[in-house]
């Protein structure tokens, strides 16, 4: 007989262990894999991952660009997701945000200052992603609507949106994107910090997670929202008003992505297309549940999968693999990593079968 009881909490210690052993057992598994499929050293294929990470300085930087937008893209999620609504609509809160800022730096790149210009590309890509987040909450507060679906409708109506306006600022016209925007003035671009275009998307994240940390641990709203997510009825009960918390929450969850989109056109890709947001929406469920939604722990968990995507990348590159084999090693980690998160909650027992026999 098996029997699966919940644990009271498995210490810090046992857990970190387990969770190690998970990596080690993936990394065989992976070896395996990579020896029976490809014939290559698997020891070499992981040391080219590492390289691949962190090789050079550029690929450091590169890796930590990958880590500062994933990070952001999970905290955003985070506040709804601990209140236990199901917001798979990050992709497109950011691709509005995305379209927001490039809006600005095409319609004003002229008009005003630089600082003024990321001044109102601020306030308008927030403000773009915050109401394309309000729109299914509005319907879950008053009509109990199915966020879920609700949300990842709202991707597709974003990506085509997107792609309409890419045909509307079309340069050259035909040629079905934009290029690189104001590449000859910079209107609308972050300056460069210590020499490195990367280093200010990298603080501003890192301010928004920490701010999220507080927010969720020490402030009033982050206090509420936990009891929402535990109980809307114990919510209401203690006088909490649940429809305005989910507005609030939602509101700033879908800022966070918008300004996740102004980091994509005004700090890194000075451009717009349909692909700008990279699946980050979806893979930041992935961190941010890794995370149980702490967002220092998810700097970790994102850390994790940032490296992953750059290690594919460079195998696939050095031993002429196809970019798939990559993301299955990465698929491989992962599923033993999330798999090992159920021996962490649950306890396993066996109990022998007692078999009596009747005279």
């Not at 880590?67 to 497109?92: D, H, I, Q, Y």
Request: a positive charge.
């Amino acid at each position: 007989m098996i029997h699966i009881t919940k644990r009271k909490e498995m210490p810090l210690a046992q857990s970190l262990g387990v969770r190690l052993a998970a990596i080690v057992v993936a990394l065989v598994v992976c070896g395996i894999v990579t020896t029976l499929m490809t014939g290559i050293n698997p020891i070499a294929v992981y040391a080219t991952m590492v390289k691949g990470a962190f090789g050079s300085a550029r690929k450091v930087w590169i890796l930590l660009q990958e880590l500062a937008m994933l990070l952001c893209v999970s905290v955003a999620l985070t506040p709804a997701f601990r209140m236990k609504f199901w917001n798979l609509g990050g992709e497109g809160q950011i691709l509005i945000g995305c379209l927001a800022s490039a809006a600005c730096m095409i319609c004003l790149g002229d008009m005003l200052p630089n600082a003024a210009l990321l001044l109102v590309m601020f306030v308008t890509s927030c403000a773009a992603g915050a109401i394309w987040a309000l729109i299914p909450a509005i319907f879950k507060a008053r009509w109990n609507t199915n966020e879920t679906l609700f949300t990842l409708m709202m991707n597709y109506v974003a990506t085509q949106l997107a792609a309409y306006f890419v045909i509307v600022w079309e340069v050259p016209k035909g040629s079905g994107t934009i290029g690189i925007i104001n590449q000859s003035t910079e209107a609308g671009w972050f300056p460069t910090v210590a020499g490195n275009k990367y280093l200010l998307n990298i603080v501003l994240v890192a301010l928004v997670t920490v701010g999220m940390y507080v927010y969720l641990t020490y402030s009033k709203h982050g206090y509420e929202i936990s009891v929402v997510g535990e109980s809307t009825n114990t919510a209401r009960y203690v006088g909490i008003k649940v429809e305005k918390v989910i507005l609030r929450t939602l509101l700033v969850s879908g800022a966070i992505c918008g300004f996740a989109g102004l980091l994509l056109v005004a700090g890194t890709n000075h451009t717009l297309t349909t692909t700008l947001a990279g699946g980050r929406g979806f893979t930041a469920v992935m961190v941010a549940w890794l995370a149980k939604f702490n967002p220092l722990v998810m700097v970790a968990s994102s850390l994790l999968l940032a490296f992953m995507g750059c290690g594919a990348g460079e195998i696939s590159t050095a031993f002429g693999l196809n970019h798939a084999f990559g993301d299955i090693l990465t698929g491989i980690i992962l599923f033993f990593i999330i798999g090992c998160e159920f021996f962490i909650t649950y306890q396993v027992r066996f109990d022998k079968k007692e078999v009596v026999e009747h005279a």
